[in-house]
């Protein structure tokens, strides 16, 4: 059975949306983009859409 997306990351309560992760950071969807890819931030890619996980967004926050 395949699962749609937005049914999948309901199972995943540890992961936000890039535009949610932004928001909290401060910083353009872009930015937070390029610190997916590089790995400044910890993240999943799930059918083609980043998700950023909420432990690294807070350790983020708690470190800025």
Known sequence: AT???HE???DKP???TVEQAANLLGRSQYNVRAMLTDG???G???GGRWYVSLRAIQQRIDGE
């Open 8 to 10: 999948s990351m309901e």
């Open 14 to 16: 540890d992961y936000m």
């Open 3 to 5: 699962m749609r997306l």
């Open 44 to 46: 999943a890619k799930i």
């Open 40 to 42: 400044r931030l910890q």
